[in-house]
């Protein structure tokens, strides 16, 4: 938040401030519009050039972003999440401000892989303010405690924005194709491994987001509805602001569902024992989104 500015001759001096926070950021642009929404308190702001005509659309989906996540994983603690056209890039996140690549700004639908990329991708930037952001982890040795949950995330976007056939079908297209199509060509990878050991970039994205997200939609359909987002809440709650380890995870969801969950983890995020027997791709409804 800006609290202070001066000119001290030629020099503009700005003082910001913030609460706990991994990172500082700043984008400067003189050419910049803005669209604004607020959300249980937050501003959620999108910035991008005046052309760029997907800005108001992006604001929107951040903005429904972040009411879910507060009430799925509990309440974003900051004033303001600001959402920025940056170009040459897909998505970044920092705190409490996410890039998105220009392109999607000036066409959500065109740019994207499919129609529907452009909003999940966004729902995954804003997932890391809690995944990242909130709880920390080290993205080099255990980068699916961030980017697993992060990509599940937009996939629980989908189910509570859209429905459950939506949300099928952002995870037959999204996670379970592109996993099946590694499995077929080039074999199974390990989860949790150091990012570096990964064969190549394409390997590491769809295992550490993919076939992580995967995993977690299983742990959901083993513990139940109940435990698994009391398990999320318990993991934000024990490791907010902290930095924390694949064990952390593993002990709030079993906290959770009262049960030893060694074997699933084993399974899931640490072995190549992928398989996948029939993916059944599903047709998205939805309609566009309105201003609320």
């Known amino acids: ?47 991008f050039d005046p052309d760029q005509l ?34 040459g890039v897909i998505g970044y996140e920092f705190s409490q ?18 129609p529907e990329a452009a909003e999940f991708l966004v729902a995954h930037e804003v997932g890391h303010q809690w995944w990242y952001g909130l709880v920390g982890n080290n993205p080099h040795r255990h980068a699916f405690l961030d980017e697993g949950l992060a990509e599940y995330g937009a996939i629980l976007y989908f189910e509570r924005r859209y429905g459950e056939l939506d949300a099928q079908a952002q995870t037959d297209v999204g996670l379970s194709l592109r996993y099946a199509t590694m499995l077929l060509t080039s074999g199974d990878q390990i989860v949790d491994q150091r990012s570096a050991a990964f064969p190549d970039g394409l390997a590491y994205f769809t295992t550490v987001y993919r076939k992580a997200a995967l995993g977690l939609t299983a742990l959901r359909a083993e513990i139940g509805d109940e435990a ?41 995020f640490e072995a190549t024992e992928g398989r996948v027997s029939v993916v059944v791709i599903a047709t998205p409804t939805m309609g566009t989104p309105e201003p609320r």
């Open 1 to 47: 938040v800006r609290v202070e500015e001066r000119t001290e001759g030629d020099t503009m001096v700005r003082r910001f401030v913030t609460g706990p926070a991994r990172d500082f950021t700043v984008v400067a642009d003189d050419e910049f519009t803005s669209a604004s929404m607020l959300i249980n308190g937050t501003t959620v702001a999108a910035h």
């Open 54 to 87: 997907g800005g108001r659309s992006i604001n929107i989906w951040a903005a429904a972003a972040l009411e879910i996540y507060n009430e799925l994983y509990g309440p974003y603690p900051y004033a303001e999440l600001d959402v920025v056209a940056v170009p």
């Open 97 to 114: 401000l996410i890039y998105i690549g220009g392109d999607f700004f000036a066409d959500p639908v065109g740019a994207a892989s499919r």
């Open 228 to 268: 698994f987002f009391a398990g999320l809440r318990d993991y934000l709650a024990t490791m907010r602001f902290g930095v924390a380890q694949p064990d952390d995870m593993r002990a709030a969801f079993e906290r959770a569902a009262g049960q030893d969950l060694t074997s699933f983890w084993t399974s899931a």
